[in-house]
């Protein structure tokens, strides 16, 4: 029986747990920092085809629909004057039993987390050191130890176990904008829907089938390293205030229906690292943290945990490697996004809508930008 150590309990490490208990030659241990999980938190998560076809296969196609959401559209709306410059049809990318979904994050890891067995997860885990000079064995703060023949570090974009065993220092950098997150109750599109303003956006969709939605914005500001370190800021009621009060909103979202808002700088990965280490993987945020205007970073973090296994179960690296090509493409059109999503020039926002109104409905841009993507 081989063991396998998996650090970090997010979405990574809960699906690739998840795969293993089909694996009656593995045994595994979740090693996660927190004291436990919270399943209130009520922030979305949009999961394209992609994932979904995953998590599908280990059961998620039987979570009550009325926790979830599928929208058939993407919405892209000029913030400034609330109208829609076009759509794009999500549902020629779903078949018969995948579609695109949307859900609060919460759902999605108590699903994971009600099909792993209890004894395997370990919280509270302190991991000071990680010795790969003969196999792996991993230490603890309690003065413990313990040997493993594979480890899947998945402890999220600042993962302290990649620096632990990896020497290059491949450090997130700040993407020079801020996240803003909250609740959303009403009546909404049930759609998902972009709202583009200068130099920032909103994004709002349904997470059930309960009037609730997520409103998450990304918003450029520059922060100096003393402000990037002042968690108090992100917190303070002023800072969240002058958030929203900088957005272009449209009246549709005001202070009644607005809740739960909180604010966290962007952090995207810099690099990869050089995976050198025999049975060693890095999955999800630990691997690539992309910037949040693709939607993709929990899709990939499922896909990647799909191709480690299968990596360990042929002994090669070649999938492993593949992903890598994918993330780095993935990488290059969130980025493009961010960009586009943000123009202020209205010179170059009337001839980006023209643009969006025309590959909208393009079935080879679409195909190439979004299938390649959602249908891998
Ligand atoms: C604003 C925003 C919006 C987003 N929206 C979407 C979206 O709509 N769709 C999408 O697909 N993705 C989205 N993402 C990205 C997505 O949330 C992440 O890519 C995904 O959660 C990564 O999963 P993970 O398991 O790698 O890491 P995480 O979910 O961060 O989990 C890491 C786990 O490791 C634990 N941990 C940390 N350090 C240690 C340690 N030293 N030892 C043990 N355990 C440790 C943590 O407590 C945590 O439980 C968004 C991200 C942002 C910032």
Redesign the pocket.
């Known amino acids: 029986m081989k063991k396998i150590a998996i650090?970090?309990?997010?979405?990574?490490?809960?699906y690739f747990a998840n795969l293993l208990n089909n694996q009656k030659d593995f045994e595994y241990k979740i090693?996660?920092?927190?004291d436990n999980?919270n399943f209130l938190e009520g922030y979305?998560?949009?999961?394209?085809v992609n994932?979904i076809k995953l998590l599908n296969s280990i059961g998620f196609k039987n979570i009550s629909a009325s926790e979830v959401s599928f929208p058939s559209k993407v919405n892209f709306i000029q913030a400034n004057n609330s109208k829609k410059i076009c759509d794009i049809d999500l549902t020629q990318f779903n078949d018969y039993s995948n579609r695109y979904t949307t859900l609060k994050?919460s759902t999605l890891l108590k699903f994971l987390f009600q099909n792993t067995p209890q004894e395997k997860i370990n919280f509270n885990?302190?991991?000071t050191k990680v010795d790969t000079s003969n196999g792996i064995r991993i230490f603890f703060g309690d003065n413990k130890n313990e040997e493993f023949d594979y480890l899947i570090i998945?402890?999220?974009?600042?993962?302290?176990?990649r620096s632990l065993i990896f020497n290059e220092s491949i450090y997130p950098k700040y993407n020079l904008n801020v996240?803003l997150?909250g609740k959303l109750k009403g009546d909404f599109d049930s759609d998902i829907s972009i709202y583009m303003g200068s130099n920032s956006h909103y994004v709002i969709y349904p997470v059930n089938q309960n009037n609730e939605y997520n409103f998450?914005a990304?918003i450029k500001k520059k922060l100096s390293s003393d402000e990037l370190k002042n968690y108090d800021l992100f917190k303070s009621d002023e800072f969240l205030a002058s958030l929203v009060s900088g957005l272009q909103k449209t009246s549709q979202i005001n202070e009644e229906n607005l809740s739960e808002l909180k604010s966290?700088p962007?952090y995207v990965s810099s690099g990869f690292t050089s995976l050198n280490k025999k049975n060693i993987f890095l999955?999800?945020?630990?691997l690539f943290?992309?910037p949040?205007s693709f939607?993709?970073?929990?899709?990939?973090?499922i896909e990647t945990a799909n191709d480690i296994l299968k990596c360990i179960l042929s002994g090669s690296n070649d999938i492993y490697e593949k992903r890598i090509k994918h993330i780095y493409s993935i990488k290059k059109k969130s980025a493009f996004n961010l960009f586009s999503f943000h123009l202020s020039n209205p010179f170059n926002v009337y001839f980006r809508n023209i643009a969006l109104r025309y590959l909208s409905r393009n079935k080879i841009f679409l195909d190439n930008y979004l299938g390649k993507i959602y249908k891998n």
């Open positions: 650090i970090g309990g997010g979405i990574s490490g809960l090693f996660e920092k927190k999980f979305g998560i949009q999961l394209s994932s994050r885990s302190n991991i998945s402890d999220g974009i600042f993962s302290k176990t996240a997150r998450v990304i966290f962007v999955s999800g945020d630990a943290t992309f949040p939607a993709q970073g929990a899709s990939q973090s």
